[in-house]
């Protein structure tokens, strides 16, 4: 069965950079949307970017211009994390979408914790 699993999450203080990757995408058939969530504490889990394979990119208002989302092979995907700031806080998720019966996938997450 696919599985998606993030890395790269950790401690980082305000103003530095990390970078999130998800393994697990080239098991996964009819692959139509990727991207990165995120839940903080209180929070509801809201979106941070997306990419299609049409081509399309967006990305959350809260994070524009500081971070990056890449397919970077087959198999993964990452996320370029800058100019962190403190509200950046919250557990990340990797998920894929495929057009393939519709089915959706979600890594376990992993947690990015920014200090001030």
């Known amino acids: 069965q696919a599985q998606l699993v993030e890395s790269g999450g950790g401690l980082v203080q305000a103003g530095g950079s990390l970078r999130l990757s998800c393994a697990g995408a080239?098991?996964?058939?009819?692959?139509?949307?990727m991207g990165w969530f995120r839940q903080a504490p209180g929070n509801e889990r809201e979106l941070v970017a997306t990419?299609?394979?049409?081509?399309?990119v967006v990305y959350a208002d809260s994070i524009k211009g500081r971070f990056t989302i890449n397919r970077d092979s087959a198999e993964t995907m990452s996320l370029q994390m800058n100019s962190l700031k403190p509200e950046d806080t919250a557990v990340y998720y990797c998920?894929?979408?495929?057009?393939?019966?519709?089915?959706?996938?979600w890594g376990q997450g992993t947690q990015v914790t920014v200090s001030a």
């Open positions: 990419t299609t394979t049409g081509g399309d």
């Open positions: 080239g098991s996964i058939v009819g692959i139509h949307v």
């Open positions: 998920y894929v979408r495929s057009w393939l019966y519709g089915r959706d996938y």
